[in-house]
């Protein structure tokens, strides 16, 4: 008669260990954006599934072929109106600067 076993793994992946230290890592600042953006869009918050958290980011033009779906920005510090925010392709020859300056 055939045998059939079962074998759970026992060993992660490098990257599946990366990731699970990065959530054990950051998991407080996952839970705080997730409570900010409960109390503007609780749909929103109870399916987004990444998170960029950056620092004087300065972003060239690009286009993120994934990132297709709707998203929250928000800018905090200490810089004029107008300098800080997301530049997002409205259409195909259209580009907008959406300040975030201390908005979700």
């Known amino acids: ?8 793994p026992t060993k992660l992946s ?6 699970a230290k990065k959530i054990r890592q950051f998991q407080p600042l996952w839970d ?4 900010t953006l409960k109390t503007i869009d609780p749909t ?9 958290v950056t620092k004087n ?3 060239s033009p ?8 709707p998203f929250y920005g928000l800018a905090l510090g200490n810089f004029d109106d107008g300098t ?3 530049c997002v392709e409205a259409d195909a020859f259209t580009v907008a600067h959406v300040n975030t300056k201390g908005r979700l």
């Not at 690009?62 to 779906?69: A, E, V």
């Open 1 to 8: 008669t055939p045998q059939t076993t079962t074998t759970t």
């Open 14 to 19: 490098k990257k599946a260990r990366m990731a």
């Open 32 to 35: 705080l954006a997730n409570e």
């Open 44 to 52: 929103f918050s109870a399916k987004f599934s990444a998170l960029a």
């Open 57 to 59: 980011f300065r972003g």
């Open 62 to 69: 690009h286009i993120d072929k994934q990132n297709t779906g």
């Open 84 to 86: 800080g925010g997301v």
